[in-house]
């Protein structure tokens, strides 16, 4: 017969932080499960590839931006969370309009801070040279995609980042809004 002893730190078990190897609920490699949970609380499972697809644009990027920026799935994260606290509380109407829900959810999606990022790899070998730009579109390729471009680029290219980025917030309302 075995007997289950309760971990506790106390008598000298790991706490359950520890055990998890430093993992979190709350770390940027869970957060893409809780964006699945969320939505599937607010009944909008139908727009996973959606969401998904749009984090899959930014992944990465926060490590590029302000020391300590969230990641893009994280962000979201707590958007929807804050919008399923709603549906809880009972702030919003039981029967709201699934489209208005999404079109709400898109736009905070789309004033994430992540999307205000953008990038150029620019090929100029001497200063006489014509810069070739090569400017990175989310909407076109993820940003981990881009950044593996520089296999295949000259040894000259250099990473430009610019935090204030493309303005292409229309151009992410339409995906995300896209049946």
Known sequence: MTTRQPLSPKVGFANTLHMADGRSVHDAQ????LVAA???????????PRVFGF?????????????????????????????VMRKRSGATPPEQDPAA?????AVLLTNSPVTLFGARWKLER??????????????????LTFL???????????????RKGRQIRQQLMAYLLER
């Open 38 to 48: 969320s939505l599937q609380e607010l009944g909008m499972v139908d727009w996973l």
């Open 55 to 83: 984090l899959r644009m930014y992944d990465g990027v926060a490590r590029w931006m302000e020391t300590g920026m969230p990641e893009a799935a994280c962000m979201a994260d707590l958007d929807l969370r804050e919008e």
């Open 126 to 143: 001497r200063f006489k040279d014509l810069p070739m730009d090569i400017p990175w579109n989310p909407l076109e390729q993820p940003w």
């Open 101 to 105: 829900l999404r079109f709400r959810l």
């Open 148 to 162: 593996g471009q520089h296999i295949a680029l000259p040894d000259h290219a250099t990473l430009h980042i610019n």
């Open 30 to 33: 869970h957060a893409p499960y």
